[in-house]
């Protein structure tokens, strides 16, 4: 099951959480790179919703790619999804629409 340790055990690190997301606690983020260049950061929120909204606590996967210079915003909802299972589908997601990098190594 998800949590907090879990996530950190798999590299994300800790940031101080977004002061627009009212009900987010939690906010992790892991950079992911290969040979030519940084690719895309996937973040993960953990919400903890008041009782008298939604008495529970729930991951959210995000990220953000880069298409022709226009990013495109993807996000993954619920405590159903497994850290290995989001990642891989991410990395799929890029491979397959040719996203392009963040930023290429030659470039530095």
């Not at 627009?20 to 606690?25: C, G, L, N, P, R």
């Not at 991951?59 to 290995?84: A, H, R, V």
Request: some cysteine.
């Amino acid at each position: 099951m998800l949590n907090d340790e879990l996530i950190l055990q798999h590299g994300y690190k800790e940031y101080p959480v977004p002061v627009f997301d009212e009900y987010v606690s939690k906010f992790f983020q892991k950079r992911f790179d290969n040979d030519e260049g940084k690719k895309y950061y996937i973040d993960i929120k953990r919400w903890d919703f008041p009782s008298h909204i939604q008495p529970h606590q729930s991951y959210e996967f995000s990220c953000q790619f880069m298409y022709k210079d226009k990013p495109i915003n993807m996000t993954l909802f619920g405590n159903q999804w497994e850290i290995e299972q989001a990642e891989a589908w991410v990395e799929r997601m890029w491979c397959l629409m040719e996203c392009d990098y963040y930023e290429r190594w030659e470039n530095c």
